[in-house]
């Protein structure tokens, strides 16, 4: 079962809040209600995807991840680079420099996400192969999206393939390897997530499919820019760290993971809007034929994530122009499946905040109701009465959390009869 309290990273600062709805009607899980003049998050429908993040105009939504100094707790330390932070330095003459200033900064080594990515691709590549899986096989990669499912899309659950993401298996394969060269305990190695986005965060925290995660902290690509652009002015160029291929590198953006898994009967998609059109398509058996879905809620992949610092497209191009996806290899080899705990060790639950009631019979009653109340509401879904449509509000009237009058059009309605009400009066009083 999910955990009743779920860390989320994404918060809400309420002294900045304006009660705007921008926010409101953008959620793609109907997560936020506004009341009392400010905004609410509802902690079992959000999903972490940072939509909000990105359109509040009052900066009132935020990421919480952890300092570059969280490395100093431990004794040795190993910075895990998405593939995304790539594309975030428009100069880059080479990966190779960017792995050595991370180096520069603090961390004992260097192991790349991207490197992750190609042990899962090879993983999905053996699970694709197995006829009896439901297909289309999902992806796992995006926390966003197999939350998203969790919460809308609980029939395709089954669906999502039961592989850990690149940053977990990048941080075990890290830690054995560390610990195996210096002659280390693993329990004194930090690995550390430098991270696009904050479902990653939340993922960490509260892992999807499995108990722990072997992730010790997430800094946000944004608060770990300045320092590393600095320190890779002094680093060498030299390649030694790169050990990934061009297919995990490629994972930073939209189509990657396809590119690397299944190029012909795959489908990538972007945006967590587009997403949900394809979800409901798959859901309804409207895409017979294929074989993978990979998901991604940000625009463009991980490189549109809110917490990177290069706009989505221009980074987009960047990741381009250093890989070379037709002649790249995939150089797994078969030991690196069974060596690893690359598999998920607990199914995935559907997430049940649309249960209006544990008693079935009052959960009835309360769906007439919510009918009810629904066929007297104008369908605007305008957002001014606090909720982001019609039948969400008349949700939140049904379970105490909003009154039939916090509709401004009823209320207008009601104002009308009342006025003329009193007109009547007062004409009888005349008389």
């Not at 967590?272 to 409207?286: F, G, K, Y």
């Not at 994530?305 to 080899?333: C, H, K, M, Q, S």
């Not at 949700?395 to 009308?416: T, Y």
Request: net charge neutral; aromatic share 6%.
């Amino acid at each position: 079962m999910e955990e009743t309290k779920r860390f989320h990273s994404v918060r809400l600062e309420k002294d900045k809040c304006r009660a705007c709805t921008n926010c409101l009607k953008r959620c793609p899980t109907e997560a936020i209600r506004v009341r009392g003049g400010s905004a609410h998050i509802i902690d079992e429908r959000c999903i972490d995807c940072g939509v909000c993040i990105r359109v509040c105009d009052y900066h009132a939504k935020v990421a919480v991840t952890d300092p570059l100094s969280i490395i100093e707790g431990w004794k040795y330390r190993i910075a895990l680079p998405a593939p995304s932070l790539y594309g975030q330095f428009k100069n880059l003459k080479n990966i190779g420099q960017l792995l050595n200033g991370l180096k520069e900064l603090g961390f004992d080594d260097v192991f790349e996400v991207a490197r992750g990515a190609d042990v899962v691709s090879r993983a999905i590549r053996e699970r694709l192969k197995k006829p009896d899986i439901p297909r289309p096989v999902i992806s796992s990669a995006c926390p966003a999206i197999v939350r998203l499912i969790q919460v809308r899309f609980p029939d395709l659950i089954d669906h999502i393939v039961d592989i850990r993401q690149p940053m977990e298996v990048a941080a075990m394969i890290a830690k054995k390897e560390f610990a195996r060269k210096h002659q280390v305990s693993e329990k004194e190695i930090g690995c550390f997530f430098l991270t696009p986005c904050p479902a990653k965060v939340t993922a960490i925290r509260n892992p999807i499919g499995h108990e722990k995660s072997a992730v010790d902290g997430a800094i946000s690509v944004l608060d770990i820019y300045g320092p590393l652009s600095s320190a890779m002015r002094r680093a060498p160029e030299d390649e030694t760290l790169k050990t990934s291929s061009d297919f995990g590198v490629g994972w930073a953006r939209s189509g990657g993971e396809c590119d690397a898994v299944c190029p012909e009967a795959s489908m990538a998609v972007d945006g967590i809007t587009n997403c949900i059109r394809v979800l409901e398509e798959i859901e309804d058996n409207r895409l017979n034929g294929l074989e993978f879905f990979e998901g991604a809620a940000c625009t463009g992949g991980c490189v549109g994530g809110p917490l990177n610092f290069e706009n989505n497209y221009v980074a987009r191009n960047w990741i381009r122009r250093l890989v070379d996806i037709r002649n790249a290899e995939l150089n797994v080899d078969n030991g690196m499946m069974t060596k690893y705990q690359l598999y998920d060790s607990r199914r995935i639950q559907p997430n049940s905040v649309m249960k209006l009631d544990d008693d079935l019979l009052e959960a009835m009653r309360k769906m007439e109701r919510i009918e009810e109340i629904y066929a007297t509401l104008p369908g605007y879904d305008c957002g001014s009465c606090g909720s982001p449509t019609c039948r969400t509000f008349a949700e939140d009237i049904v379970q105490g959390n909003a009154r039939e009058m916090d509709c401004i059009h009823k209320m207008k309605e009601q104002l009308k009869v009342m006025a003329q009400q009193m007109v009547d009066i007062a004409e009888t009083q005349r008389e």
